[in-house]
């Protein structure tokens, strides 16, 4: 491939969807989802503003094929974490710092694979979705108190989904201080208040004795 102006490999070979993906969320982690334009992400792989609307219908187009990179890289991060985890309970706790090391490594792709109107329009994403979901369901139905059904496992699911998030969010806010200096850091946080999490769905429900 060859260097751009700005020292960034251009395509080749009609790899250029491939190109305009990359170039897409360098340039939302720059400027955000508003500030994006196709027109800048042909700029940056030296072709023609015309030039991706023959891969991509639209913008949302090329914004849910970026969307869905996100999140293949997402679900290798949680594949590479979980490799050596043996219990469910730490397989699903593993999610939330998943998450969190995925935000600090692609930031703003986060904010364009949750879109609800990217998503609702591209189901492409939704499959996306439900794979990851299937991959940790296994674990949640291990997990859940016995005589709970489905409907609790998916909540469990959803509950870690929401932690997880809520970190990500504080994390890209700066909140913890420079995301890639403390990445790790935070995902141990959010790896430990998932296990707490996890462990209260392993209780049975109902109410109260007493």
């Not at 090391?101 to 692609?106: E, F, I, N, P």
């Not at 998503?119 to 016995?146: D, G, K, M, N, T």
Request: glycine share 10%; charged share 25%; with cysteine.
């Amino acid at each position: 491939m060859a260097p751009t102006r700005r020292g960034r490999a251009t395509y080749h070979h009609g790899d250029l969807p491939a190109a305009l993906v990359r170039a897409t969320l360098e340039i939302i982690d720059e400027v955000g989802v508003r500030g994006f334009s196709v027109a800048e992400a042909a700029r940056r792989t030296c072709v023609s503003p015309g030039a991706p609307y023959r891969h991509f219908a639209d913008r949302d187009a090329l914004l849910a094929a970026a969307a869905l990179e996100v999140s293949r890289r997402l679900r290798a991060i949680y594949l590479e974490t979980v490799a050596e985890v043996g219990s469910a309970q730490e397989r699903l706790a593993t999610v939330a710092g998943s998450f969190v090391r995925a935000a600090a490594r692609y930031r703003g792709g986060l904010d364009i694979l949750f879109a609800p109107g990217l998503r609702a329009a591209h189901p492409e994403l939704q499959e996306s979705s439900r794979e990851f979901v299937a991959l940790l369901l296994p674990s949640a139905f291990e997990v859940i108190a016995p005589g709970e059904g489905a409907e609790a496992a998916v909540a469990l699911l959803d509950a870690l989904n929401a932690l997880a998030r809520g970190y990500v969010a504080q994390l890209l806010e700066g909140k913890f201080g420079d995301p890639e200096e403390v990445a790790e850091d935070v995902a141990t946080r959010a790896t430990r208040a998932a296990r707490v999490l996890v462990a209260g769905y392993g209780l049975p429900s109902g109410p109260a004795d007493g």
